[in-house]
Structure formats: C-alpha cells, structure tokens
C-alpha cells in the first residue's frame, strides 16, 4: 500500500505528463489553424476569380445574345 507521499509523487508524476500531452496537443491545433487559415485564404481568391470568370463570361454571352437579336432583326 502507497503512503501519502507516494500517492503525491505519483499524482505529481501524472500531472506533469498530463501538461506535457497538452502542450504537444496545443502545438498541433495551432499548426493546424495556421494551415487552415492558409487554405481558408487561397479558396477565397480562387472563388473570387471564379466570379470574375463568371461575370465575364455573362456580359460576353449577353453582348453576343444581343448581337445575334439585333442582327435577326434586321432580316
């Protein structure tokens, strides 16, 4: 059977182990945020291109659509 100071050094031994594991696990939730916020960023300039794009390729299909209406209606 454990005395007192036994079960102390034992719930000493546990703890700074315990601190350990949370500073390994806090260290890795911080890189995986900084990654994510990485990621996070590029999507939103690839989604911002990509309305661009869009917005292009509308106002080209618009011009064009009128164009032909025009023209049909010359006929």
């Not at 292009?56 to 025009?70: D, K, P």
């Amino acid at each position: 059977m454990l005395d007192a100071q036994q079960q102390r050094e034992e719930m000493l031994k546990m703890v700074t182990e315990t601190r350990a594991y949370q500073k390994t696990i806090f260290k890795k939730l911080d890189r995986i945020e900084e990654h994510l916020s990485k990621q996070n960023g590029r999507i939103n300039n690839l989604e911002k291109s990509q309305s661009v794009v869009k917005g292009i390729g509308l106002t080209f299909s618009v011009i064009f659509s009128a164009i032909l209406a025009i023209i049909k209606g010359e006929q």
